[in-house]
């Protein structure tokens, strides 16, 4: 199983991105799925996970700005966050749990900054 995960950059405070995450691999079962994120000098911390049915938790801090979707068919997934901050800046890192096993993407950096 390998996660391929794309969409980060640098974006102004107030900014929107898109990051996006795709399982490879046929006939996966994914469970869940999710976002953690790291910034420097800090901990990884969980931005949002997804179930297979559908059920969302958000990190408190990016409540309201954040949604995270998925396509199981496709075993995709996606965070689409908005009104970003600084503070937001970080190394995202996508994850889907896959046979009681937790699978890891590479990690894409995202820099809030004017």
């Known amino acids: 199983v390998q996660l391929q995960a794309s969409g980060g950059g640098l974006v102004q405070p107030g900014g929107s991105l898109r990051l996006s995450c795709a399982a490879s691999g046929s006939g996966l079962w994914v469970s869940d799925m999710g976002w953690y994120r790291q910034a420097p000098g800090k901990q990884r911390e969980v931005v949002a996970t997804i179930t297979r049915g559908g059920s969302t938790i958000y990190a408190d801090s990016v409540k309201g700005r954040v949604t995270i979707s998925r396509d199981n068919a496709k075993n995709t997934v996606d965070l689409q966050m908005n009104s970003l901050k600084p503070e937001d800046t970080a190394v995202y890192y996508c994850?889907?749990?896959?046979?009681?096993?937790?699978?890891w993407g590479q990690g894409t950096l995202v820099t809030v900054s004017s």
């Open positions: 994850y889907i749990v896959y046979l009681n096993g937790v699978y």
